[in-house]
Nanobody, 113 residues
Framework: QVLLVESGGGSVQAGGSLRLSCAVF????????MSWYRQAPGKEREFVSRINSDGSTTYADSMKGRFTISQANAKNTLFLQMNSLKPEDTAMYYCKSDSCNSWGQGTQVTVSS
C-alpha cells in the first residue's frame, strides 16, 4: 500500500517555471515505475511523463523539452520540473504509482497569459 502526496503547484505567468513534488509514503516497491498525469477542466486526464525503474523516461509530445521528470535517490519523492509554462498547461497535476496503480490527490497549476 502507498500514499502519494503532491505539492508545488501554484499560479505563474506564461514562460515561468514550477517544480512539482510527489512524496511517497509506504511500500518503496511502489516507486519502481511512476508517472505524472494532468487534467484540465472539462477534459480527460492525460499522460504527462513517466520514469521507469531503470531510469528511462517518457514524455508526451507537448511536454518534451519543457518538462523533466526525476526521482530522489531514495526513490521516496518524484519530481516534475516544468519550464516555459503555457496557459494550456493549466490543469490539476497528479502523480501515479504505476507499480501499485495508486494516485495522489493532485496539485493545481495555473498559468496566466
Amino acid at each position: 500500500q502507498v500514499l502519494l502526496v503532491e505539492s508545488g503547484g501554484g499560479s505563474v505567468q506564461a514562460g515561468g517555471s514550477l517544480r512539482l513534488s510527489c512524496a511517497v509514503f509506504g511500500s518503496i516497491g511502489c516507486t519502481a515505475d511512476m508517472s505524472w498525469y494532468r487534467q484540465a477542466p472539462g477534459k480527460e486526464r492525460e499522460f504527462v511523463s513517466r520514469i521507469n525503474s531503470d531510469g528511462s523516461t517518457t514524455y508526451a509530445d507537448s511536454m518534451k523539452g519543457r518538462f523533466t521528470i526525476s526521482q530522489a535517490n531514495a526513490k521516496n519523492t518524484l519530481f516534475l520540473q516544468m519550464n516555459s509554462l503555457k496557459p494550456e498547461d493549466t490543469a490539476m497535476y497528479y502523480c501515479k504509482s504505476d507499480s501499485c496503480n495508486s494516485w495522489g490527490q493532485g496539485t493545481q497549476v495555473t498559468v496566466s497569459s
